[in-house]
Each structure stands twice: as C-alpha cells, then as structure tokens.
C-alpha cells in the first residue's frame, strides 16, 4: 500500500474544489435548494447542456424526501409520476390502484446520482443570503457559508452570476421572498405578492404544485413547496409525484423560453 501524505490529501480537496467553485460561478441556470423538484429541475437541464450549478444549505442533499412521512422512510407516488420513476431507475410498488411506494433513501441517492451524471455541480452547505438583479431581471446570487449563517458573524459574501435561478427552497419561498421584499417586486401570481401556504390537502396540492411552477420574476422560477407557498396552494405530505413533476416543468419552461 502506497504512503499517504496528509497534507498532499488536504491540498487535493482544497484544490479540486476550488476549481469547481471558480468554474461555478457563472452559470446558465443557478438552483437553490436540493430537494426532489431541483435535483430533478437540475438533471433535465443539464442533460439539455445546460450549465446547471445546485446550491443546498443542508449538509445533504434530498430536503424533505429523505425522512418519508414521520421518518417511515417510505414516500408515495401517484400514476402521473410513473414514468419519471422509471426514468432515473427507482424502485417502487404497488400499494393498490392509484397509490405506489418507493424507498425514500433510493429515491433521494438516484435523484442525486442522475442529476450529477447528467453534469449538474452540487455545492452542499452553502446559503443564499441575497440575490442579483440587473436591469428589473434575476442575475445570480449572493452566497456565504451555511455555517456562518447559523453563527451569526460576520463574514462578507461571493456573487454567483446566472441567466436564471430556480427557487426550490421548500415551504420558505426564500428566493421569491427576497424578491418581494427588497424589490418591493409583483410576482406573477394572482395578488402580485406571496400568497402563502394553505393547509395539508394532499390532493389539491399535488396538482397546484405542478401549476403553481412558473416565472414569477424575469429569470425567476419556482418550483416543488416553494412554487405553492408563494402561489397560494395546500401543502401536501409525502407524497413527492407533484414535486417531481414540478422540477421536470421548471427545467422545461427554461428550455421552452430559450428557443423563443
């Protein structure tokens, strides 16, 4: 076995990344947030040669999914979702008519196999802290450490510069929220503005997160549980059809808007 230098293995972790992170910097499209819909949007995208870069807060990738329902890490997944199951080779069952289970923890690992595969750039433990607008459009993003964040110091941020960012960032809206607030902007939804998250209704919520997916701001899109906090629609549980279904729409208005 060969002789292995500490500090050889510390100058290859600091390097490779850095070269990743330099190479992150511009981007065609930045996601925030690596649950089910941005791992999913990240994957349609990059296999489109998009040049996608996912920031998640977290130290792993996955967001709600992971734990299934009440940390029963099993998930639920409806007919319309079928085909993405099979598209990234998750396994599932059939509960009766209508309802299929999946391993929460298979689910999660293919979803992040298939969007790195495809070329997306996963940066984990990052925070977005402010975003860049140019000229009444969503430019990038303001990032810092997640860690600094949760202490409280005080430590200046990097811009990341994008053609358009995705906020999956779950039931905080928090890429659209900034928008309202520090733009004062209107949003594309039906009050102009955040209209917030209404009560568990798994089958209401299902469809308006697909719905609800849309640009909100120039170069803003929304997707998964953020998509319905700011749009107005019911939470839904967990059950992820919709979410994974959100993330293949946003990609697809993306690619749809490009070639206009």
Known sequence: MMHLEDVVISKAIISRYQEELLEALESDVAVVGGGPSGLVAA?????????????????????????????????????????LLEEFKISYRVFEEGYYTASSVEAVAAL????VRAGAKIFNLISVEDIMVRDNRVAGLVINWTPVDLGRLHVDPLTVQSSYVIDCTGHDAQVAGMIVKKMGAVLKTTTGTLEGEKPMWAARGEMATVANTREVYPGLIVAGMAANAVCGGHRMGPVFGGMLLSGQRAARIILEGDKT
């Open 43 to 83: 994957y349609y995208l990059a296999r489109a040669n998009k040049k996608v870069v996912l920031f998640e807060r977290k130290l792993s990738i996955g967001g709600g999914m992971w734990g299934g329902g009440m940390m029963f890490n099993q998930i639920v997944i409806q007919d319309e979702a079928l085909p």
């Open 112 to 115: 992040t196999l298939g969007a």
